[in-house]
């Protein structure tokens, strides 16, 4: 069975910091997906990240993928308030669109 | 392009009723999955349709059950509500071949609690 392990789970932090979560999964698997979830939102897509190596960046977050380690991590620069969420790392099972999700990382960005 | 449509947003239902909520993904994609979130739980997968086909089912009781039509619409049924129903359901919608990268495209999602 494939489980998908975040963490941190809750991150407070200031503005204009750097961070990094950490997405483990069990099993392998051909894609890796983050998103964003603002309260009471849906899911926006982040990054797919598709290969062993893959690095992925838009604006201040980057997201890497390690297909040996079975981990990706999803880095933060600069952290700004409107960065504040919950981020999801997802892998795709049998690369058949269904996803295994982390629990999520809830960040918290203070001014 | 018009995004995933969910419909209703909300929804109140008691114990013991049954709901259907539907999806309508972004057009000419024909690849819909459903997912349910809840605190305890967090994000669970529900199933996968293609071409009117289910692919792929979580791991849910028979009273969640699903379907999708030839425009790519799908709707899910959740029959004998249970308390534990209570959850953010969401869409998503996958493009086909070329344009696939893989990625996901969810819906605003449809908000149902059981009392």
């Known amino acids: 069975e494939l489980k998908v392990e975040q963490n941190p789970l809750f991150l407070s932090m200031q503005e204009g910091k750097n961070y990094t979560i950490y997405c483990n999964y069990s099993?392998?698997?051909?894609?890796l997906y983050w998103y964003r979830q603002d309260p009471g939102k849906s899911l926006e897509s982040l990054f797919v990240l598709l290969s062993n190596g893959a690095v992925k960046q838009e604006g201040r977050l980057m997201a890497s993928l390690d297909t040996k380690a079975r981990l990706s991590t999803l880095h933060i620069t600069a952290a700004v308030h409107d960065l504040s969420a919950t981020y999801f790392c997802?892998?795709?099972?049998?690369?058949?669109?269904?996803?295994?999700w982390g629990a999520g990382t809830k960040l918290i960005i203070k001014p | 392009k018009a995004g995933v449509t969910q419909t209703p947003r909300y929804l109140i239902k008691t114990r013991g009723q049954q709901v259907t909520l539907s999806c309508s993904p972004i057009?000419?994609?024909?690849?819909v999955s459903w997912y349910q979130q809840t605190p305890g739980q967090g994000l669970q997968f529900l199933f996968e349709y293609f071409s009117e086909t289910q692919r792929n089912k979580g791991n849910f009781p028979g009273r969640f059950s699903g379907r999708q039509f030839s425009n790519s619409r799908s709707e899910m049924n959740v029959s004998t509500l249970e308390l534990g129903d209570s959850a953010l359901y969401l869409c998503?919608?996958?493009?086909?071949?070329?344009?696939?990268?893989?990625?996901?495209?969810f819906g605003e999602g449809s908000r149902l609690t059981v009392l």
């Open positions: 057009s000419g994609h024909r690849s």
């Open positions: 099993t392998t698997s051909d894609r």
């Open positions: 997802a892998v795709d099972w049998h690369s058949n669109y269904q996803l295994i």
């Open positions: 998503a919608s996958v493009p086909n071949d070329r344009e696939n990268t893989g990625e996901l495209f």
